[in-house]
């Protein structure tokens, strides 16, 4: 027997109370806060609670816990009833069981939060019903179906839109299962850190050229070489005026030494290059 069977089990046992006995005990609750009084009154009421909370069953969360918010819900329906108003209690209470179980869902249905309007709150509740209702009685051609729900529910068309996103993308954890493989969701999420063997491959390229680099640079002259380290391969590279004054000739000359081993490093880098 499962919890949720043992306490069908367990409430059963109240004895339902008449509309006189229920009058009697929220009168002397009401008068006297007698917490025994408010006790009969939840008792015999459970039962109810958890019939709404099965109507919430399509959401997919637990009736247990639908269950727990429900009475949650009586309990301050029994606070706040008033028997002069000669109705049942199980009328009155129907409200707060209600608003406590859609609470609740809109909870736990997702981190994002819902409901935060009365219209949003309406659409959650209402949309599959609606929709259900629309397309037994005929939707026209000529008319899409957010348009027909928002019709029917008096919301604008872009308020059911947007609904429909929500409810059809549901939280999903990340440590979910992947099938019967052992894999999760967070095993094939694609990582922030470079593959290994993309890391082997830059490495072993970056190896490849600099071998290339350091033959080509081995065929240029003492001062070629010295020009290019110094202009290109230094983090404050040299000025072409303190590249001429180390060698005592012009601005100019040292400007044309370092084209000329340009070239011939492209030349060579070229010839060095697999085809």
């Not at 005929?138 to 929500?166: F, I, K, S, Y």
């Amino acid at each position: 027997m499962t919890l949720m069977e043992q306490y069908l089990a367990e409430i059963s046992r109240f004895q339902l109370l008449t509309a006189e006995e229920e009058q009697r005990l929220a009168r002397r609750y009401r008068a006297t806060g007698d917490t025994r009084a408010a006790h009969a009154l939840v008792s015999a009421n459970l039962r109810f609670v958890v019939k709404v909370a099965c109507g919430y069953r399509a959401y997919g969360l637990p009736v247990s816990d639908m269950v727990q918010e429900g009475n949650i819900g009586l309990l301050k329906a029994v606070q706040k009833f008033n028997p002069d108003l000669r109705i049942r209690l199980i009328s009155y209470a129907v409200w707060w069981i209600r608003a406590y179980i859609h609470n609740y869902i809109l909870r736990s249905w997702s981190l994002v939060k819902l409901g935060t309007t009365q219209a949003q709150r309406k659409l959650f509740f209402s949309l599959a019903r609606a929709r259900h209702e629309v397309e037994g009685a005929g939707c026209p051609a000529d008319m899409d179906m957010p348009l027909r729900l928002a019709q029917r529910l008096r919301v604008q068309p872009e308020d059911v839109r947007d609904m429909e996103q929500r409810l059809e993308k549901r939280d999903l954890s990340l440590d979910a299962p992947l099938g019967e493989g052992g894999t999760s969701h967070m095993d094939v999420l694609p990582g922030a850190i470079p593959a290994q063997d993309d890391e082997l491959s830059k490495m072993e390229e970056a190896k490849a050229v600099s071998a290339d680099v350091a033959v080509a640079l081995s065929r240029l002259d003492s001062r070629e070489r010295f020009i290019v380290e110094r202009r290109f391969m230094c983090e404050r590279p040299t000025t072409l005026k303190d590249l001429g004054d180390h060698f005592g000739f012009s601005r100019e000359r040292a400007r044309q030494l370092e084209i000329r081993a340009c070239d011939k490093l492209r030349r060579s880098l070229r010839q060095l290059a697999p085809a």
